[in-house]
């Protein structure tokens, strides 16, 4: 065993330089108590033996264990240091608090061996110089390693009993909050949160009603302050609301109560896997016909099977006196003001609302029938889209996929015919099923005030199922009024309807 006399680097007047380092795998209530104890209890032994401390380094809620997911930015500093010669002596509370992985072990060894950097821990000084000393080190090293593998294993044991009963684990999801006892502290269970419990349910509903993602974002920021599009994503995806618990890809009924009702959860799930949804930065729509409005000379020359672009809006520049303009593009067969353009299609829709046509557009439905016919449908396209996912991807360990090529034919021959009678099903009971349509059409009076609501995006939604607009060229040059002759309406009741493909919106040009 070492002691100071023969293993202090430099003289007895200048004073050991020291380091002293504390770590803590968990922080939960992110006061660092544990880890101030083991620097107060380093800082005495610095104390007692006469030594300066030169700095500490401090990992909070960090492993060191080879299972560790995070990078422990102090130790990073540490070893940095020692590199750069600043120490004589690094000072910790235990072993296991600079490493429990026996590879960090190994190389931390080697480092103090080739700088003279002593090890001070448990109130005993080690030399890596020393065959003795690096031996006692790597079997406490060993014996921390195999704790950090044998704590592993216990977790995983109890997270996978835990699935398996369907009871919490893990963190807790936001719209839930945690009971525990009173008396010894374990948990009983999980709650709906009194407040976010709402929010989560209403940013679902709104999501089913295809709101825009920067306007959910905006919401859950408001009770999430560091929410992102990504961390919505998460959230609207997972089936904690509906009552699952989940591990591993498996599902199974949890203890909690559900938050979302499982028809509106399977209806946003269908939305956010839709190839065809929108993935451009800018998910700000200003233009009301943009991209959907038709030009009559392109309609009449493009054959049916081709996709047929529609009129692209031009703003005037820097050009005085002249305004936005919808525009054929690459044709410049049509064009007329935006504004003018735009009031014809909305007071024309709105006296469509009001007429016998549109309260016979769409036939009437059971609601609470239709809500469960869409959960199904949806629940088994997902199943579908997930598995061929699955068969998509490889584990990083056997190289296999994550599902085979057999299981996914199996799956694709039971889940297609149930698809099929869920969407045959959907069809006969839904007219419409869509909540933005469903609003304008459930009371003709209020159509108009429900419109005035209505944010840009679902406005075009509307246009795109409700009507198709053809702007046809002007009798003389000249003429800028627009009457029947000039614009075609055709709504969703009559021949020759069809509805608009969501596509990306046209740039905008200027």
């Given at each position: 065993?070492?002691?100071?006399?023969?293993?202090?680097?430099?003289?007895?007047?200048?004073?050991?330089?020291?380091?002293?380092?504390?770590?803590?795998?968990?922080?939960?209530?992110?006061?660092?108590?544990?880890?101030?104890?083991?620097?107060?209890?380093?800082?005495?032994?610095?104390?007692?033996?006469?030594?300066?401390?030169?700095d500490e380094y401090i990992d909070l809620d960090r492993s060191a264990s080879r299972h560790a997911r995070k990078v422990r930015e102090d130790?990073?500093?540490?070893?940095?240091?020692?590199?750069?010669?600043?120490?004589?002596?690094?000072?910790?509370?235990?072993?296991?608090?600079?490493?429990?992985?026996?590879?960090?072990?190994?190389?931390?060894?080697?480092?103090?061996?080739?700088?003279?950097?002593?090890?001070?821990?448990?109130?005993?000084?080690?030399?890596?110089?020393?065959?003795?000393?690096?031996?006692?080190?790597?079997?406490?090293?060993?014996?921390?390693?195999?704790?950090?593998?044998?704590?592993?294993?216990?977790?995983?044991?109890?997270?996978?009993?835990?699935?398996?009963?369907?009871?919490?684990?893990?963190?807790?999801?936001?719209?839930?909050?945690?009971?525990?006892?009173?008396?010894?502290?374990?948990?009983?269970?999980?709650?709906?949160?009194?407040?976010?419990?709402?929010?989560?349910?209403?940013?679902?509903?709104?999501?089913?009603?295809?709101?825009?993602?920067?306007?959910?974002?905006?919401?859950?920021?408001?009770?999430?302050?560091?929410?992102?599009?990504?961390?919505?994503?998460?959230?609207?995806?997972?089936?904690?609301?509906?009552?699952?618990?989940?591990?591993?890809?498996?599902?199974?009924?949890?203890?909690?109560?559900?938050?979302?009702?499982?028809?509106?959860?399977?209806?946003?799930?269908?939305?956010?896997?839709?190839?065809e949804r929108r993935t451009s930065r800018d998910t700000r729509a200003l233009h009301l016909l943009s991209g959907i409005a038709m030009c009559?000379?392109?309609?009449?020359?493009?054959?049916?099977?081709?996709?047929?672009?529609?009129?692209?809006?031009?703003?005037?520049?820097?050009?005085?006196?002249?305004?936005?303009?919808?525009?054929?593009?690459?044709?410049?067969?049509?064009?007329?003001?935006?504004?003018?353009?735009?009031?014809?299609v909305e007071e024309h829709l709105m006296v469509w609302f009001k007429s016998p046509e549109a309260a016979t557009a769409f036939a009437s439905?059971?609601?609470?029938?239709?809500?469960?016919?869409?959960?199904?449908?949806?629940?088994?396209?997902?199943?579908?889209?997930?598995?061929?996912?699955?068969?998509?991807?490889?584990?990083?360990?056997?190289?296999?996929?994550?599902?085979?090529?057999?299981?996914?034919?199996?799956?694709?021959?039971?889940?297609?015919?149930?698809?099929?009678?869920?969407?045959?099903?959907?069809?006969?009971?839904?007219?419409?099923?869509?909540?933005?349509?469903?609003?304008?059409?459930?009371?003709?009076?209020?159509?108009?005030?429900?419109?005035?609501?209505?944010?840009?995006?679902?406005?075009?939604?509307?246009?795109?199922?409700?009507?198709?607009?053809?702007?046809?060229?002007?009798?003389?040059?000249?003429?800028?009024?627009?009457?029947?002759?000039?614009?075609?309406?055709?709504?969703?009741?009559?021949?020759?309807?069809?509805?608009?493909?969501?596509?990306?919106?046209?740039?905008?040009?200027?």
């Amino acid at each position: 065993m070492s002691t100071l006399a023969d293993t202090t680097p430099g003289t007895q007047e200048q004073p050991l330089r020291a380091g002293i380092y504390g770590r803590a795998s968990q922080d939960r209530s992110k006061r660092g108590r544990s880890v101030r104890d083991q620097i107060a209890d380093c800082r005495r032994e610095c104390s007692t033996r006469g030594w300066t401390v030169v700095d500490e380094y401090i990992d909070l809620d960090r492993s060191a264990s080879r299972h560790a997911r995070k990078v422990r930015e102090d130790y990073t500093r540490l070893v940095a240091d020692i590199q750069a010669g600043k120490l004589d002596m690094l000072v910790s509370w235990e072993s296991s608090r600079v490493s429990r992985d026996l590879d960090v072990y190994v190389k931390l060894r080697n480092l103090c061996t080739d700088t003279g950097v002593l090890w001070c821990y448990n109130g005993t000084i080690y030399d890596m110089r020393k065959g003795a000393d690096r031996t006692t080190t790597a079997i406490m090293a060993m014996m921390a390693e195999a704790e950090a593998d044998s704590m592993q294993e216990r977790s995983a044991r109890t997270t996978r009993l835990s699935a398996g009963r369907g009871t919490p684990h893990g963190r807790i999801p936001f719209g839930y909050a945690r009971r525990y006892d009173p008396d010894d502290g374990h948990l009983l269970g999980q709650v709906p949160h009194p407040v976010h419990a709402d929010v989560v349910l209403d940013l679902f509903q709104r999501a089913a009603d295809r709101e825009t993602v920067r306007s959910l974002t905006a919401t859950l920021c408001q009770h999430v302050p560091r929410a992102s599009t990504r961390g919505l994503t998460y959230l609207l995806q997972n089936r904690t609301y509906i009552g699952l618990r989940s591990h591993f890809g498996q599902h199974v009924k949890a203890t909690w109560e559900p938050i979302v009702p499982e028809a509106l959860f399977w209806r946003v799930q269908e939305i956010i896997v839709n190839p065809e949804r929108r993935t451009s930065r800018d998910t700000r729509a200003l233009h009301l016909l943009s991209g959907i409005a038709m030009c009559g000379v392109c309609k009449e020359n493009t054959p049916p099977d081709q996709p047929l672009p529609g009129l692209r809006l031009v703003r005037p520049g820097a050009q005085p006196r002249r305004v936005s303009r919808y525009c054929c593009k690459p044709g410049s067969h049509v064009a007329t003001g935006a504004e003018r353009l735009e009031a014809y299609v909305e007071e024309h829709l709105m006296v469509w609302f009001k007429s016998p046509e549109a309260a016979t557009a769409f036939a009437s439905r059971d609601d609470g029938a239709l809500e469960e016919a869409r959960g199904r449908a949806a629940r088994i396209r997902v199943q579908l889209q997930e598995a061929r996912a699955m068969a998509a991807e490889f584990d990083d360990t056997t190289g296999m996929p994550l599902l085979s090529i057999a299981s996914l034919a199996d799956m694709e021959r039971r889940l297609a015919p149930m698809a099929a009678r869920a969407e045959e099903d959907l069809r006969r009971l839904a007219a419409v099923g869509d909540p933005v349509l469903d609003q304008l059409l459930a009371d003709p009076e209020r159509a108009e005030a429900v419109w005035e609501r209505l944010g840009m995006e679902k406005r075009r939604h509307a246009v795109r199922n409700l009507v198709n607009v053809t702007l046809h060229k002007a009798a003389a040059q000249g003429i800028r009024s627009l009457d029947e002759s000039r614009v075609t309406l055709t709504f969703v009741s009559q021949p020759g309807f069809t509805s608009r493909p969501t596509i990306r919106r046209p740039p905008v040009e200027g």
